[in-house]
Nanobody
C-alpha cells in the first residue's frame, strides 16, 4: 500500500484559516480520488471531504461552504483549504483512499 503524509495543521483562533496537505508516495494514487477524515477527542473518525476521480467533490454538512478539497496529480498531493474555522473543527485530520495506509495525521486546534 501507498503511504501518505499529512501536514499543515496548527493552532488558530476562531475564524482563521489553514491549508492541509496530503502527500502520497510511490504511486499516482490521488488521481483515483481521496478522502479527508478527522477525529476529535472522544469521537469517531468521520469523513469531512471527498474528491473523486472525475473531480466531483462532496463535503459533510458541517464544513460545506467553509472547506475546499483539491488535488495536484502531478505532485500526487491533495489539499484541504479550511476557512472560517470553528472550535468544533478541532481534531486530528487524516487523508486516505482504498490504496493507501493511514498516515500520522495533522492536528488542528481552533480556539475561541
Amino acid at each position: 500500500q501507498v503511504q501518505v503524509v499529512e501536514s499543515g495543521g496548527g493552532s488558530v483562533q476562531s475564524g482563521g484559516s489553514l491549508r492541509l496537505s496530503c502527500a502520497a508516495s510511490g504511486s499516482s494514487v490521488v488521481s483515483y480520488g481521496m478522502n479527508w477524515y478527522r477525529q476529535a477527542p472522544g469521537k469517531e473518525r468521520e469523513v469531512v471531504a471527498t474528491i473523486m476521480h472525475d473531480d466531483r467533490t462532496h463535503y459533510v454538512e458541517s464544513v460545506e461552504g467553509r472547506f475546499t478539497i483539491s488535488r495536484d496529480n502531478a505532485k500526487n498531493t491533495v489539499y484541504l483549504q479550511m476557512n472560517n474555522l470553528e472550535p468544533e473543527d478541532t481534531a486530528v485530520y487524516y487523508c486516505k483512499n482504498g490504496l493507501t495506509t493511514w498516515g500520522q495525521g495533522t492536528q488542528v486546534t481552533v480556539s475561541f
